[in-house]
């Protein structure tokens, strides 16, 4: 397992291989994603969860 970090919020992650392609799975956002190489689908992960977060409220927001 791995973890990644993005805009201060950290989720761990594992990577599997399933039918030649690899995939990203965030278990605990319920998050996943592919790509052709490990490294793409780590990735697009870390995109998808900058996006979780960035459309989540902040402090400010109430």
Request: with cysteine.
């Amino acid at each position: 397992m791995r973890t990644t970090k993005r805009n201060k919020k950290s989720s761990n992650y594992v990577v599997v291989q399933e039918n030649g392609v690899f995939i990203a799975k965030c278990s605990d956002l319920d998050l996943s994603c592919r790509g052709a190489t490990k490294e793409e689908a780590i990735a697009n992960l870390e995109d998808a969860l900058a996006l979780f977060f960035e459309d989540l409220p902040g402090p400010a927001d109430g």
